[in-house]
């Protein structure tokens, strides 16, 4: 589609209502989630589509939907501040999700698993997320256990912890850990 698909913003979600228009925004490379659907079976589907505030940051970027607050148009400049004061560190969030994005990565939340992302080469229900990355700002001090936690989650389902932060230049630096047993 040449124009952008609108989405209304509600809350702390973007919302596709047309559900054609959904199910091809989905279909973009798992952006979303169908409204009442857990784990879509296909991409195809006749319901509302629910977008992250980061999944709609960056359709919006790439002109591929435009957000509505009640009436009015948001530009990138207004929603980004809008999702600023909705979330906190949402700026680094938005850096690495966008980061990964750009390498074709596909991003979904990692909520489940206690981190910010859980990161599929191909797409969930395709393959299974090799990563499971948490964004710590610059100057954020991580303890040991927080460490060893976050390690033994990701070990138990097989994936890699990446710690991702953002730094002064914006550039992402990533950890990636890999545990052994002894």
Same mark, same amino acid.
């Given at each position: 589609m040449e124009t952008p698909i609108p989405a209304q913003l509600v809350d702390k979600q973007v919302i596709v209502w047309n559900s054609e228009h959904g199910s091809y925004i989905y279909q973009l490379g798992y952006f979303g989630k169908p409204v009442g659907i857990r784990k879509p079976k296909s991409p195809r589907f006749d319901r509302p589509l629910e977008l992250t505030l980061l999944e709609a940051a960056f359709l919006q970027q790439k002109n591929k939907i435009s957000i509505f607050q009640e009436e009015?148009?948001?530009?990138?400049?207004?929603?980004?501040?809008?999702?600023?004061?909705?979330?906190? $560190? %949402?700026?680094?969030?938005? =850096? +690495? /999700?966008?980061?990964?994005?750009?390498?074709?990565?596909?991003?979904?939340?990692?909520? $489940? %698993?206690?981190?910010?992302? =859980? +990161? /599929?080469?191909?797409?969930?229900?395709?393959?299974?997320?090799?990563?499971?990355?948490?964004? %710590?700002?610059?100057?954020?001090?991580?303890?040991?256990?927080?460490?060893?936690?976050?390690?033994?989650?990701?070990t138990s389902v097989r994936k890699r912890y990446v710690i991702a932060t953002v730094l002064s230049d914006r550039k992402i630096r990533y950890y990636v850990f890999q545990w052994n047993r002894p």
């Open positions: 009015a148009l948001l530009s990138e400049t207004e929603f980004i501040e809008i999702c600023n004061t909705r979330f906190a $560190k %949402f700026e680094d969030l938005y =850096a +690495v /999700y966008l980061d990964l994005r750009n390498k074709r990565y596909i991003v979904r939340p990692g909520l $489940k %698993f206690g981190t910010d992302f =859980a +990161v /599929y080469r191909r797409g969930p229900g395709i393959d299974h997320s090799p990563f499971l990355i948490s964004i %710590f700002p610059r100057d954020t001090t991580i303890e040991p256990i927080d460490l060893v936690r976050a390690g033994r989650v990701a």
